[in-house]
């Protein structure tokens, strides 16, 4: 769907959504002329933060609550929110009476003049999509000012994508000289395949199982991310690390120039990205400086850049120390991997401390293996909080022949979590929220999740 062939269009939002993207899509869509119906399974008032944001907006109207079958029938477009589950009745229903159904990254791929680099993975795609991001601004941050002149040839670098604001808000000001870094979730790349598009470079962290509650088992969803290279031709690029079998069997006999990266940081880089953001970001890192050296950045800003992050929100991040207590805010660690690397890193840390490691996790299952974290759970926490969800019941079984003192409390909400935690610690002590689940049911999201533990932390620390 091309640009020129929205005004007037008859445009239904499916899932305005409380992220940031949906919010972005209906004001690209409202500028560009098309006639709005934004439609929510959500009532108004868990909707009006979102809601607030679009007032003032002319030709959109709101079904909230429910989807309408004559909205799905009587739409020119259908603009799905990547969360909506493909198989939906409703979508079944645009797709019998020949409604095209397409994405915001679905219009912005086909749409973008200037070249894109796209980041995927179940692991660290946020922090290796930021990261490239600063390596080129910071590389070309005097051609990034506003004021440059766009035909002097001098890209300016953007960076959108499953980062809670959609990218069709900076679509217009994107010309042909300029970079753009795109963060892919798999539910975005699912949607993308009946695009039959892949960025220009394409870089992909790892697979592991993951949102296998939304995706029919792990082979549809390996199949997702492959659509990040699925579509890519000659002259285009996809980074991988060189020790990874699986993404080295997917990228078998393809068009493009595949480039296998190796783990090579300096002594020097290594203990800093171990210092600051955790050795399991090692890999995100590399990855990330890969693809800067293919745009020549230099090594003093790569290493400038790293001096000075110190991670992304809700991953790892201290939230502050209270009377010798740590607090960790890991919340975008929703699958047992990550939250397996929260328990190596901190339980480390400890030692130095002489603490111990107070784990707050739980929430809804993702239809994921509890296994081995239920193990790491016994050999190196002390004490855990549980948050209620179906992840949390399917964990309790395996730590329950396991337990061997092991103090564990149940809890209804975040607030009750700190203040457990806060009444359990002792000086030296990490407290770590750390799910390895979703956060829907108790959360609006994840995000949601880590500003509440953030908020609770402010008011019953002690």
């Known amino acids: 769907m091309m640009l020129t062939n929205l005004h007037g269009k008859k445009i239904l939002i499916m899932g305005l959504g409380l992220h940031g993207g949906g919010i972005g899509t209906v004001k690209f869509l409202a500028k560009e002329g098309a006639k709005l119906t934004v439609t929510d399974l959500r009532q108004k008032s868990i909707l009006s933060p979102a809601l607030k944001a679009l007032d003032g907006l002319k030709n959109i109207r709101y079904v909230l609550g429910r989807h309408r079958k004559e909205d799905f029938i009587k739409s020119d477009l259908i603009v799905k ?4 589950k493909p198989d939906s009745p409703f979508l079944k229903i645009a797709q019998k009476n020949n409604i095209p159904i397409t994405s915001d990254l679905g219009i912005f791929l086909k749409n973008c003049p200037g070249k894109i680099i796209g980041v995927t993975g179940t692991r660290g795609k946020s922090t290796t999509a930021y990261l490239i991001w600063r390596f080129l601004q910071e ?16 890209p300016r670098i953007f ?35 009946q695009e039959k598009q892949s960025p220009n470079i394409a870089v992909i962290t790892n697979i592991l199982p993951d949102h296998l509650n939304w995706h029919k088992n792990f082979t549809d969803y390996v199949k997702a991310k492959k659509s990040i290279f ?16 699986l993404l080295k069997k997917l990228a078998k006999k393809t068009l493009f120039k595949l480039v296998l990266v190796k783990s090579n940081l300096s002594k020097g880089l290594e203990k800093l990205v171990d210092q600051n953001l955790g050795k399991h970001f090692q890999n ?41 207590v740590h607090w960790i805010n890991d919340t975008t660690s929703t699958i047992p991997e990550a939250t397996i690397a929260a328990i190596d890193r901190f339980a480390k840390l400890t030692k130095n401390t002489k603490g111990r490691l107070l784990l707050i996790i739980g929430g ?99």
């Open 81 to 84: 929110n990547p969360g909506v």
């Open 139 to 154: 590389k070309f941050k005097r051609q990034s000012a506003p004021k440059a002149s766009p035909s002097a040839g001098r």
């Open 159 to 193: 960076l959108g994508g499953n980062i809670r604001k959609s990218a069709l808000e900076f679509l217009p000001k994107i010309k042909d000289q300029d970079l753009v870094i795109l963060e892919f979730s798999s539910f975005q790349l699912h949607d993308l395949t």
């Open 230 to 245: 699925a579509f890519q031709k000659r002259g285009d690029y996809l980074f991988i690390r060189d020790n990874n079998y």
């Open 284 to 324: 995100s890192v590399v990855l990330a400086i890969a693809v800067a050296k293919h745009f020549k950045v230099e090594n003093k800003i790569i290493q400038r850049v790293l001096k000075n992050f110190k991670g992304l929100e809700g991953r790892q991040g201290l939230v502050t120390t209270v009377g010798g």
């Open 364 to 462: 809804q299952d993702k239809k994921l293996d509890f296994k081995e974290l239920a193990k790491n759970i016994k050999n190196k926490v002390a004490g855990l909080i549980l948050l209620p969800g179906t992840a949390t019941e399917k964990l309790k079984k395996y730590l329950l022949p396991l337990k061997n003192g092991l103090e564990i409390t149940e809890v209804k909400s975040m607030p009750e979590a700190v203040k457990k935690a806060s009444l359990l610690a002792k000086k030296g002590d990490f407290i770590v929220l750390s799910p390895g689940a979703a956060s829907f049911g108790l959360f609006a999201n994840e995000f949601d999740r880590g500003k509440q533990f953030v908020d609770a932390v402010k008011k019953y620390a002690r």
